[in-house]
């Protein structure tokens, strides 16, 4: 072919290139930005915290709010001691997660290892259903069910209970944690079952023995998972747990966590700039602290049982 017939000929071909870069490049700036925006966002949310934080601490003392035991920002005799929402936050997130790791557990190893394909089809949702019923539902539920029967089990339970909070938050957690861990068991190879089986081992032994220990990082990333969703749980513990801050390891005790507090005074009528004001974001970076250390030790977890299979 000539010189003279081949230049036409390329003239199509290096536009079309020239344009197929020039899209790839956008959609790389786009997902650019994207990223850039989320990094963005966090960093604007972290500064909010901060700056209203600081502005708390020059008037509060840091150990006062580390150490103190009474929590009683809106009164006459000021009190600025977290301990008391703290221990609420942990005590209920403890009572869900002590519903909520066993049943998701079970209910993951149900249907990865026993349950039959037409029987998971039809559990695996309805399971999931539970993750989209409103939060505020579940805690009218903890108020007009659980409550009244813990009541009758143990009658010095109080109406609004850390426990009736916790119950409901468990039952809310348990499709987070059973999905998740599912999805972890379900990913360990079938060579793994196939050989345990070879050597004479029962359904149970290979459940217990290989498959969940194979998938022990997942495992713990889904109770981690939990966790965090337990800790930063508002509307349940808002309207079940009680509003006045009690320091006390009894659950069957009205308590008042970090997030119904910032809801409670978010809503109210505290003025702008005043100290009253600033213990919301004084209590939000308490929250933030507590959910970034967990989600560091589970990705160390995570890092620490991770399994890699070929």
């Known amino acids: 072919m000539s010189p003279s017939r081949s230049l ?53 003392s840091l150990l006062e709010f580390a150490t103190g035991t009474r929590w009683a920002p809106l009164f006459s005799e000021q009190a600025f001691g977290v301990l008391p929402l703290l221990s609420a936050t942990v005590l209920i997130a403890a009572c869900s997660l002590a519903i909520a790791v066993p049943a998701g557990l079970a209910a993951a190893v149900f249907l ?53 909070a916790g119950t409901a938050m468990g039952v809310m957690i348990i499709p987070f944690i059973a999905s998740i861990s599912e ?43 939990g966790a965090s969703r337990a800790v930063g749980e508002t509307m349940i513990v808002t309207l079940a747990a009680g509003g006045q801050p009690n320091l006390s390891w009894n659950p069957l005790e009205a308590m008042q966590t970090m997030t119904a507090y910032i809801a409670a005074v978010s809503l109210g009528d505290t003025p702008f700039g005043t100290i009253e004001y600033r213990t919301i974001f004084a209590v939000g970076s308490a929250l933030f602290l507590l959910t970034f250390g967990m989600n560091v030790l589970g990705q160390w977890l995570v890092a620490r049982f991770q399994e890699a299979y070929e």
């Open 8 to 60: 036409p000929g390329r003239a199509p071909a290096f536009r079309g290139g020239t344009a197929r870069r020039l899209r790839e490049g956008a959609v790389v700036a786009l997902l650019f930005l994207c990223a850039a925006l989320s990094v963005a966002t966090t960093v604007a949310i972290t500064w909010a915290l901060a700056s209203e934080t600081v502005a708390f601490f020059r008037e509060v």
């Open 112 to 164: 990865s290892e026993y349950a039959g394909e037409w029987t998971r089809a039809v559990l695996k949702p309805l399971l999931e259903v539970l993750a989209g019923i409103p939060t505020v539902v579940y805690g009218f539920f903890a108020l007009s069910v659980i409550a009244p029967a813990l009541q009758r089990l143990f009658p010095e339970t109080q109406l609004f209970s850390a426990a009736a």
């Open 183 to 225: 999805d972890a068991l379900r990913a360990v190879p079938r060579s793994l079952r196939e050989a345990a089986y070879a050597m004479g081992a029962t359904r149970f032994d290979v459940t217990a023995r290989v498959v969940v220990p194979a998938a022990l990082s997942g495992v713990l990333a889904a109770c981690i998972l």
